[in-house]
């Protein structure tokens, strides 16, 4: 079993459509994040939730909008797509106190 | 607010040589420190990692690296790369703040193999 599973793992769509992300984690941890890693491969953390709660919003543009069902899902919605946006969408997991995170294999959005 | 500096975005070693992977950190609270590994196409696989206790710290692969608070750095070795070691690689560092713990990454370090 995946411990954190992201899908797609590609998705190819054209500017100004919507798309939506979808990751699941089923090590029973309270947290978990998406991060955006550029071409460059740069990583930077995008939000966190806890327990279904948002804990972090890094000044990201209000066209990205999470949402947390449950502690085991964090979805990432993304409106009016720009071309800006083709990155790698990484959802992680945690269970705090220096765990470290579990991180899903990544979501590669090309925009076109 | 903390940071992460990696020395070196591209790092090439011999097949059997030592690999030295550097790594700097700025946190204005006692740090976890974590070294994550990015094969191609593929997520980030923790390594390993410093929260506190032994400075030493030893990963998986055959990988440790070293905490030194008076250095403010967080090195990873390897004695003997083998050609499978080739990835990216990302030291990160968090604070202690439990429900938070948001990782700030540094800039990787590609380490290629030579054979």
């Known amino acids: 079993d995946t411990a954190v599973s992201q899908t797609p793992k590609y998705l190819v769509t054209q500017m100004g459509n919507d798309k939506s992300i979808k990751c699941e984690q089923n090590l029973g941890h309270d947290t978990m994040y998406w991060y955006k890693q550029d071409s460059k491969k740069f990583l930077k953390i995008m939000f966190s939730y806890n327990n279904k709660e948002l804990i972090i919003n890094e000044t990201v543009p209000n066209r990205f909008s999470p949402k947390s069902p449950d502690k085991a899902h964090l979805n990432l919605h993304i409106n009016s797509l720009e071309l800006g946006d083709s990155a790698v969408y990484f959802c992680?997991?945690?269970?705090?106190?220096?765990?470290?995170?579990?991180f899903g294999s990544g979501t590669r959005l090309t925009v076109v | 607010a903390q940071s992460v500096t990696q020395l070196g975005s591209h790092v090439s070693v011999s097949e059997g040589a030592l690999v030295l992977l550097r790594c700097n950190y700025s946190?204005?609270?006692?740090?976890?420190l974590f070294w994550y590994v990015q094969y191609p196409n593929q997520g980030l696989q923790l390594l390993l990692k410093?929260?506190?206790?032994?400075?030493l710290v030893k990963g998986i692969n055959g990988f440790e690296a070293e905490f030194k608070k008076s250095e403010t750095s967080f090195h990873l070795t390897k004695p003997s790369a083998h050609m499978s070691d080739a990835a990216e690689y990302f030291c990160?560092?968090?604070?202690?703040?439990?429900?938070?713990?948001?990782?700030?990454f540094g800039t990787g370090t590609r380490l290629t193999i030579i054979p």
């Open positions: 992680a997991s945690d269970a705090g106190t220096g765990s470290g995170y579990t």
């Open positions: 410093y929260t506190t206790g032994a400075t």
């Open positions: 990160a560092v968090s604070d202690q703040n439990f429900g938070n713990e948001k990782l700030t």
């Open positions: 946190s204005s609270v006692p740090p976890y």
